[in-house]
C-alpha cells in the first residue's frame, strides 16, 4: 500500500493562513490502514486546527469528510456539492488523492495535508517499511522475491558493493543491506546458482525516468 505520514502542524496552519473554512478530507484506503489520513485522523487534524486558530483569535470552521477513496472520481463528484462557502479542501490523501481533487474539482484549492513516502508493508505496529519503487520491469523473478530497487540504498541489479558489512548497509548500521536479504533468501531456496547470473542492464524508461507514465487496457476501454 501507499505509505504516508502527516505533515507538521505549523506547516499545515500556514497553509491554511488565509481560508475561513475548509474541508477536512480523508481518504478511506491505504493512508487509513497508515493511520495517516483516515476518518480518525481528520477529526483529530480539525479539531487541531480549530484550536489553534481559536488562540490566535481567528476562527476556523471545518467541515470533515472521508471519501472510500480520493483517487477515484465516482467518490469525489458528491463532494461537488459540498464545496459552497469552501476556501480550500486539506487532502489527506495521498499525492494522487490531492491530484484526483485537484483534477475533479478545478474551482477550489486543494491542499496536502500529508507527505506521501513511500509503497510498502507494516512490519508491526506503528512501523513500515518500503518494499517496491513501481520500477515499471519487476525483476522479483531473478531476485528470490526481494527487490533490488527499493532495498538496495544503491538499487544495484548486481550486488552487494563493497559497503556491506556484516549483513547491513553502508549508510546505517540500523539498514539491512538488500543483496544479503537477497542472498539469503536465493540460497534458502536453493537458488544461489541466480547470483552468478548477471541480471542484464535494465530499461529505465519503464520506471518514472521515462517521464510520466500511463497504462492503457484497450479490452477494458469503453466502446471497444
Ligand atoms: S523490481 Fe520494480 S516493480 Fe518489482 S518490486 Fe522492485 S521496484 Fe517494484
Ligand atoms: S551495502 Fe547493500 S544495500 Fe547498501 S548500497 Fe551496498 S549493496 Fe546496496
Not at 8 to 13: R, W
Not at 75 to 100: H, M, N, R, T, W
Request: overall charge negative; charged content about 25%; glycine content about 12%.
Amino acid at each position: 500500500m501507499i505509505i504516508a505520514e502527516q505533515k507538521p502542524l505549523s506547516e499545515i496552519e500556514e497553509m491554511l493562513a488565509d481560508c475561513h473554512k475548509v474541508m477536512v478530507a480523508g481518504c478511506g484506503t491505504c493512508v487509513t490502514v497508515c493511520f495517516a489520513g483516515g476518518e480518525k485522523e481528520v477529526g483529530l487534524l480539525a479539531s487541531a486546527l480549530r484550536m489553534a486558530r481559536e488562540l490566535k483569535g481567528q476562527p476556523l470552521e471545518t467541515l470533515e469528510r472521508t471519501l472510500h477513496r480520493q483517487c477515484e472520481w465516482e467518490f469525489v463528484d458528491p463532494v461537488k456539492a459540498e464545496l459552497e462557502g469552501i476556501d480550500a479542501i486539506l487532502s489527506l490523501g495521498c499525492g494522487v488523492g490531492v491530484q484526483a481533487l485537484s483534477e475533479r474539482l478545478p474551482g477550489v484549492r486543494v491542499l496536502p495535508a500529508l507527505n506521501t513516502k513511500f509503497m510498502g508493508l507494516p512490519l508491526e505496529q506503528g512501523v513500515w517499511s518500503e518494499r517496491c519503487a513501481g520500477c515499471g520491469d519487476c525483476v522479483l523473478d531473478l531476485t528470490g522475491g526481494i527487490c533490488p530497487i527499493a532495498r538496495c540504498s544503491k538499487s544495484l541489479l548486481n550486488g552487494p558493493c563493497g559497503g556491506s558489512a556484516s549483513g547491513k548497509c553502508e549508510i546505517s548500521p540500523d539498514v539491512d543491506c538488500g543483496w544479503q536479504l537477497i542472498y539469503d533468501r536465493l540460497e534458502s531456496l536453493g537458488r544461489l546458482d541466480l547470483m552468478e547470473e548477471p541480471i542484464p542492464p535494465k530499461d529505465w524508461s519503464y520506471a518514472r525516468d521515462g517521464g510520466p507514465r500511463r497504462i492503457v487496457r484497450e479490452d477494458l476501454r469503453l466502446g471497444q
